[in-house]
């Protein structure tokens, strides 16, 4: 079965610092994922996906993330926060034939 | 982003009424899903149809039922709810159900039950 963990329900961080959102995995075989964005009253934003290749992967405004196969962990990060990133953060994961599995969201604040 | 469409926004009913929520995708893709969102749960998939036909059912209850007339729209008829199915109810759409598809989003209908 598969399955997602967001170690952390809310992550602060200060303006201009670097952030992280943490998340890890379990699934059998190869895994697909995705990070999604949700700002209030909105539904989820897709920012940047994990197939193959390269483990950094770069995605919409500004947010990267690394795929890591033996820690199984694929963290979305950010140089430099700005006020705007404020939102609840959801990693997914996907394999083949099976449907999206959602981790249970991280409320990242960031704080002028 | 606008390309998926849900309305009302938001929808405040009673138990013993029935009512339906509509979701219009503008992206011409072919897979439509519905996911239930409650507060501190992980998103629930609650339906997937893929080129008009339900492929996924996850066990939702027959109080939910869903419709796909076409790969535009989808519809999720709600009769006799519960107190426990006040949620946010998210509508999303993919090109086809591939593994490497990300999935667009409605901005939700917001459900209330009294």
């Known amino acids: 079965a598969q399955s997602v963990a967001q170690p952390e329900d809310q992550v602060n961080v200060a303006e201009g610092n670097p952030l992280t959102v943490k998340c890890t995995y379990s699934?059998?075989?190869?895994?697909?994922l995705f990070w999604y964005v949700q700002y209030p009253n909105r539904g989820l934003q897709f920012l940047l996906k994990?197939?193959?290749?390269?483990?950094l992967v770069k995605g919409s405004y500004g947010f990267e993330a690394e795929f890591n196969k033996s820690q199984t962990s694929f963290h979305l990060k950010k140089p430099s926060a700005l006020v705007s990133d404020s939102a609840l953060y959801f990693c997914a994961v996907r394999a083949y034939g099976q449907n999206f599995v959602f981790g249970p969201g991280t409320r990242l604040s960031v704080l002028p | 982003e606008t390309g998926v469409t849900q309305t009302p926004r938001h929808l405040v009913m009673g138990m013993t009424n029935k009512k339906s929520l509509k979701c219009e995708q503008h992206?011409?893709?072919?897979?439509m899903y519905w996911y239930k969102q409650s507060a501190k749960k992980p998103l629930e998939l609650m339906f997937v149809y893929s080129l008009e036909e339900r492929v996924e059912n996850n066990s939702v209850p027959s109080r939910f039922s869903p419709e796909c007339p076409n790969s535009s729209h989808l519809f999720l008829h709600l009769h006799t709810l519960q107190p426990e199915d006040s949620a946010l109810y998210l509508c999303?759409?993919?090109?086809?159900?591939?593994?490497?598809?990300?999935?667009?989003f409605g901005d939700g209908t917001r459900l209330s039950i009294l």
């Open positions: 994990y197939i193959t290749g390269d483990n």
């Open positions: 699934v059998s075989g190869n895994p697909y």
């Open positions: 992206l011409g893709h072919n897979a």
């Open positions: 999303a759409s993919s090109q086809g159900t591939g593994f490497s598809q990300p999935q667009h």
